[in-house]
């Protein structure tokens, strides 16, 4: 492998601080108290179907989907359900959770997952719409971030062919190693779990995309492939945004998606390796998406780990079991440093996409003070998408967004590539988020 | 009293150059030294002067559909009477501002007040309208050819206080030293119409 | 909720390099430490007056600004300091301080703050000081001081300046190495294009200037000076000549390269560069002025924003149609 | 004499000609234009803000007089101005009542808390991208002043990290109920001083718990009010302003001074007294 693949345009090499990466994947404990949001997708708000005080089990709807975009919400564990309040989400959103006693307080809760009994299951027994109402019942959303529900991603219209299936597991994050672990630990399933996809589409060649940073994972990944002709596994350059859709179409088959499009515009359907994981689980183990794989880091974090928590696990239950600091922490990030956000309230719960939990003290977070642009383009010249970013947020500031640049605005992935280079410490990806926002108000 | 006010108005808030930016052709060209200035003020004063009271004393008479040629003749009367007086009289000040007498005719402030004030008002308004901005523009063209001349030759309507070997900045007697001068002015004539308006 | 402290809500991403306006500035003012050595070389103390003199008006100028008008702005930044040495380097080392003062509140005020400050300015306020200066006191702007003379009194014409008023024949002496040396006479920045290199070439390794600019610019003067000069070598000096002489290379890699007066898309930055040299050769060439570098490079600053907005790069997804 | 008369003739000869021309062309390209609508557009107060919902004063007139009605008012007129209007048109002159911005909260500094440090772009739309409530009652007025960007008559700002509204600078152009993202502002008659300052649906247990003043729904003002004007649905009070007659029995009333009178006293709680 002389020259890895990577995308064209842009880009940025921000510090990797992966120190959880050789942290074999944990389980938690179960807390004395489970919030589980009932909207973890994007898309159509879920209606709640859990009765107060009735006792739920474990894999029991509490909120069911209300349209084909929209996903359903199991319950991780047997227990009661109190009440459902509205609370703080990681994201800084608030929304309904359904507050549920368990019964096995303090239980571990790798307990409770090896209690769900191995299927064997024969994939060619399945039709195709069999396979995605499947993927559907189980609540199933990208676990990449966005939490795009995933048998809507599965579902492309007729006249849009699919030539080709790409697995993300770039990780290009900094800090975050739970793919990195699933990967490690988990290829064989996650083999299986392609399996299933691929007999959606015919067998269609699958590629699977790892940032070169983990040599450990492009092997293991490459030996569970081997039996298999049609699936591959592509080492990439490690750069940000490799993970991004977009981004990594281009890197493995050269193909760019056209603006404003989707990626099944140009034949291809993308999955995190988390989904594909998942999607095993919900068919050999019958297990809803209730948990995920969730790297706890950052400077207070004593001990780091790749850790299975049950959805709706309170941040504050991580605090004693990995020796943080309450009174240190200054900042709460759900997801990497690059586009995770901010949350406000140490009580948030985790969710289907929490990828990672990071937790700072002051010393991390720089307060930084707006400087005038002087039009370096150091934001033009990372951006993955080649946009005009020093113009357009100029434009955002303006008020004064015209057709062509809300176009421009509407493209941006929110990498945060030009905000990190920016000498002047401008606030780019938040102006046009702004821009896409009066943008979507306008509509 | 209300005398007062309508020259604050003129000179100020609503002078012609600094706050309505009318008549920038002459007041670019000519006001490389202040005597330059005065003298092109005070021409156009007498042509504002004299096509106010004539138009306002034909205002009933003009047609509105033909009114603009008829100010335009009226303008261009006065305009002649200036140009040829001054020949006799000020040949020196006539060739230097040479195209720009006869260009007073389609300066905007006169036909704007003409069409804006004199067509509309009393004799007696129109004559101290004409006065007051025809000596509201010359007031401006003086200040803006004393700075280009002090900055420019070192003098002062023609008297040189300065050595004659003293380098002075020569681009303000060019054509580029006329915009960043206009510029300046702008701000700090709006500064003092702001000042007078909040004094109010 | 009961955090003695708050949590910080803030957009992400949560991590900046730490590259900074400051540090940019700063670095491209110390990379113009070889140019001024070797102007001190030449020249002598006369060199370091000007360049401190100049220094301390602009950023007088700026601090005195701050005060009065908008406490935002940062007087320290190292915009207003890079300017003034920039302006430094664009004037005779015997320049009086009057001259200097004037070329500072001239560079300041009417390049750059009334355009609304830093980044807000259309045209490089170091060449317009310049150009003010050498419109205004032109025969002080044109009688540069001899190298290695140690009396100020002693002056003469830049090898252009020579060209230009005595034809050909005046500049047939003179040696190539010797130019780029920088031992001709002319203003601190012209003299030597080695020096002038050497911190272009650490700003490009910086990656705080691109090739694009300096390239097409230095490329389209030695093209053009070229094929002039094969036309009719008794008439047109050669390339060489006009490479090393005048504030080319100082103007091709400090003045068009200054990222807020030129452009931000590449096809952008490839037009501003040729227009730039052409400008340069035209008015050297067959202007009234024997240097036409800042008269190209202001030219070109003033269609910067039509560049950007006509030859915008490509973007992700967007192919061309026809 | 004939060198004075030749040009004379050309020039003469040539007048006639363009005036000809000019003339069927005036008769050709006629352009019928109300003269009323001008009137009309003279006796707007000419902000051009865009308030009436059309683009321009003049785009106002002009629809006022191709409609004949003033069904539309012009929020930024004063009631002489609208009054002046409706007689040169003889038609009536809409409801002609001032309505004023006014915000349903109280949420200051002292009466609820803040429950994060904020550092990004001082903008409530930007700080929404970010989380849903920066105090801790989530229907809380953010504070951080796009209503003030917004207003074109400089009769907002921010105290106390809430909106204060000057009532005699307002012109109820309603530009500003947009801007908020979490519409806390909403439109009342100038007159009717009377407000609500809670816009928290929780219950009152909860509302009472995020802020000192939030209105708890205790339904106390309800029963005190003789007009049949103030009713509690969610948790919170709402005023008819058609039938409220400013006895401010309700705000007597009010254990937690959710009731307030605007520009007038501020109101003790009536159990602290």
Same mark, same amino acid.
């Given at each position: ?27 938690? !404990? ?45 319950? +991780? ?36 997952? $090896? ?33 795009? +529900? ?12 699919? $030539? ?24 064989? =399933? ?31 990944? !490459?030996? /569970?492939? /081997? ?53 095993? $689980? ?54 990497? +440093? ?22 700072? $003290? ?27 970013? *020093? ?39 938040? @102006? ?12 | ?158 008297? #040189? ?40 | ?27 491209? !003012? ?56 920039? &302006? ?21 005020? &009417? ?14 306020? *170091?060449?317009? *000081? ?22 100020? *009194? ?38 030597? /294009? ?72 590449? #096809? ?55 | ?30 352009? =019928? ?21 059309? /683009? ?5 007139? =002009? ?61 409530? @739309? ?148």
């Amino acid at each position: 492998m002389s020259l890895l693949k990577t995308f064209n345009r842009g880009g940025i090499h921000p510090p990797e601080e992966k120190h959880s990466a050789n942290e074999p994947i944990t389980y938690g !404990t179960i807390p004395v108290q489970l919030m589980i949001p009932v909207n973890q997708h994007i898309g159509k708000p879920t209606e709640v179907v859990a009765e107060r005080r009735a006792a739920v089990k474990r894999g029991e709807i509490l909120a069911k989907s209300t349209g084909f975009v929209s996903s359903n919400v199991h319950s +991780p564990v047997d227990g009661v359900v109190q009440k459902i309040v509205k609370f703080p989400l990681l994201g800084g959103q608030i929304s309904d959770c359904v507050v549920i006693k368990p019964a096995n307080i303090g239980e571990n809760f790798k307990d409770i997952i $090896d209690a769900d009994t191995l299927n064997e299951v024969n994939i060619e027994g399945f039709s195709k719409d069999e396979i995605k109402s499947k993927i559907d019942e189980a609540g199933i959303v990208g676990m990449g971030g966005a939490g795009f +529900p995933t048998h809507v991603k599965l579902s492309p219209p007729a006249e849009k062919p699919i $030539d080709q299936l790409i697995i993300n597991g770039a990780e290009c994050e900094p800090y975050i190693t739970s793919d990195h672990r699933l990967m490690l630990q988990k290829s064989d =399933e996650m083999v299986k779990g392609i399996r299933i996809l691929q007999k959606l589409f015919d067998d269609i060649p699958v590629t699977i995309g790892i940032e070169n940073n983990k040599p450990d994972a492009v092997k293991s990944m !490459t030996e /569970a492939t /081997a039996p298999y002709k049609n699936i591959t596994v592509q080492a990439l350059q490690v750069k940000y945004p490799q993970g991004g859709e977009k981004q990594l179409i281009e890197s493995i088959t050269g193909r760019e998606v056209p603006s404003k499009g989707l990626p099944m515009d140009v034949g291809v359907v993308v999955q995190n390796v988390a989904t594909v994981v998942a999607v095993y $689980d919900a068919f050999y183990y019958k297990r809803p998406l209730t948990e995920r794989v969730t790297t706890i880091s950052g400077n207070l974090v004593d001990k780091l780990v790749n850790i299975v928590y049950p959805m709706g696990t309170p941040v504050s239950h991580l605090f004693e079991p990995h020796g943080i600091d309450r009174e240190k922490i200054r900042l709460l990030l759900g997801g990497g +440093p690059m586009m995770g956000r901010t949350a406000f309230s140490l009580e948030s719960p985790i969710g289907k996409t929490t990828s990672a939990l990071l937790f700072f $003290d002051d010393s991390a977070y720089e307060a930084r003070e707006e400087n005038p642009c002087i039009r370096c383009g150091n934001c033009i010249d990372v951006c993955p998408m080649g946009l005009p970013v *020093a113009q357009l947020t100029e434009i955002i500031q303006a008020n004064n967004i015209s057709t062509s640049s809300k176009e421009d605005i509407l493209d941006c992935i929110e990498c945060g590539s030009c905000s990190y280079v920016c000498p002047a410490d401008r606030r780019l990806v938040e @102006w046009i988020r702004i821009g896409k926002n009066i943008i979507r108000r306008e509509k | 009293m209300k005398l007062l006010d309508k020259t604050k108005k003129a000179f100020f808030s609503e002078n012609p150059v600094t706050a309505l930016l009318l008549g920038l052709c002459p007041t670019l060209a000519v006001t490389s030294s202040a005597e330059n200035g005065i003298g092109m003020g005070l021409s156009t004063t007498f042509v504002l002067i004299g096509s106010n009271v004539v138009i306002s004393l034909l205002k009933n008479i003009i047609p509105s559909k033909v009114r603009i040629p008829a100010f335009i003749v009226v303008i261009a009367t006065f305009v002649t009477i200036v140009d040829m007086g001054l020949q006799a009289t000020m040949y020196d000040l006539h060739k230097t501002l040479g195209l720009f007498i006869p260009l007073i005719v389609v300066n905007c402030i006169i036909l704007g007040r003409a069409e804006a004030f004199a067509s509309k008002n009393s004799v007696m308004d129109s004559f101290w309208d004409g006065l007051l901005m025809g000596l509201s523009f010359t007031f401006t063209l003086f200040i803006l050819g004393a700075i280009r001349e002090v900055l420019g030759s070192g003098a002062i309507l023609g008297y #040189k206080f300065i050595a004659d070997t003293t380098p002075t900045i020569l681009l303000f007697v060019l054509a580029p030293g006329a915009f960043i001068t206009l510029g300046f002015m702008l701000v700090g004539m709006n500064k003092i119409s702001k000042a007078l308006q909040g004094g109010k | 909720m009961e955090n003695k402290h708050l949590l910080i809500l803030d957009s992400s991403p949560h991590g900046r390099l730490t590259d900074s306006t400051k540090k940019i500035m700063y670095t491209v !003012t110390l990379s113009l430490i070889p140019a001024l050595a070797v102007a001190y070389w030449f020249f002598g103390w006369s060199v370091i007056r000007t360049v401190v003199l100049t220094s301390i008006f602009t950023v007088g100028i700026e601090w005195l600004i701050a005060k009065v008008f908008d406490d935002k702005i940062d007087a320290f930044d190292g915009s207003a300091l890079l300017t003034g040495v920039l &302006l430094a380097m664009n004037l005779p080392s015997n320049s009086p301080w009057w001259m200097l003062f004037i070329g500072a509140l001239v560079a300041v005020v &009417l390049g750059k703050q009334v355009f609304g400050g830093l980044g807000q300015n259309i045209f490089n306020p *170091a060449l317009v *000081a310049r150009v003010f200066l050498l419109i205004s006191f032109p025969v002080a702007m044109t009688s540069w001081p001899k190298p290695g003379a140690l009396s100020d *009194a002693v002056t003469g014409a830049t090898p252009l300046g020579m060209l230009k008023t005595e034809g050909i024949g005046a500049i047939a002496k003179m040696d190539v190495m010797n130019l780029a040396m920088g031992n001709m006479g002319g203003s601190l920045g012209e003299i030597s /294009a080695l020096a002038l290199l050497l911190g272009g070439i650490y700003l490009f390794i910086k990656k705080y200037i691109t090739w694009e600019i300096p390239v097409l610019f230095i490329g389209t003067v030695f093209v053009m000076t070229g094929i002039f000069w094969l036309a009719d070598p008794a008439k047109f000096a050669n390339p060489a000549f006009h490479l090393f002489t005048g504030g080319l290379i100082l103007g091709a890699l400090y003045m068009a390269t200054d990222m807020v007066t030129s452009p931000l898309s590449f #096809k952008g930055k490839l037009i501003f560069g040729f227009g730039c040299g052409f400008f340069t050769v035209i008015i050297r060439l067959f202007g009234s002025y024997p240097e036409g570098v800042s008269f190209a490079i202001l030219l070109m600053n003033a269609v910067v924003p039509l560049l950007d907005r006509y030859f915008p790069d490509k973007k992700f997804g967007v192919v061309k149609n026809g | 004499m004939f060198e004075i008369l030749l040009p004379g003739l050309i020039l003469g000869g040539f007048a006639l000609i363009s005036s000809t021309g000019l003339f069927f062309a005036s008769k050709k390209f006629y352009v =019928e234009e109300d003269p009323r609508i001008e009137k009309v557009v003279d006796m707007l107060p000419g902000a051009n803000c865009g308030a009436c919902g059309f /683009a321009g004063c003049q785009a106002y007139a =002009e629809n006022a007089i191709h409609k004949m009605s003033l069904e539309t008012t012009c929020p930024v007129a004063t009631e002489e101005e609208m009054f002046q209007i409706s007689e040169f048109m003889g038609v009536d002159s809409g409801s002609g009542i001032k309505m004023v911005s006014s915000l349903m909260c109280n949420g200051t500094d002292a009466n609820t808390q803040h429950i994060a440090e904020y550092h990004g772009i001082e903008d409530c @739309w930007a700080y929404t991208l970010i989380a849903d409530a920066n105090k801790a009652c989530a229907f809380a007025c953010l504070g951080l002043g796009s209503c003030v960007t917004v207003c074109p008559f400089d009769a907002m700002k921010i105290e106390n990290s809430i909106v204060i509204i000057d009532e005699e600078k307002c012109t109820g152009c309603t530009l500003c109920i947009d801007s908020c993202p979490k519409y806390i502002l909403h439109m009342r008659p100038a007159g009717k001083t009377v407000t609500v300052t809670c816009f928290n649906t929780d219950n009152g247990a909860m509302a009472k718990k995020a802020c000192n003043v939030a209105c708890i729904g205790c339904m106390k003002c309800e029963k005190v009010c003789e007009d049949d004007a103030i009713h509690v649905n969610d948790f919170l009070a709402k005023i008819d302003y058609d039938k409220c007659t400013l006895c401010e029995k309700c705000v007597d009333v009010c254990p937690t001074d959710a009731i307030q009178v605007m520009g007038g006293r501020v109101h003790v709680a009536a159990e602290n007294v």
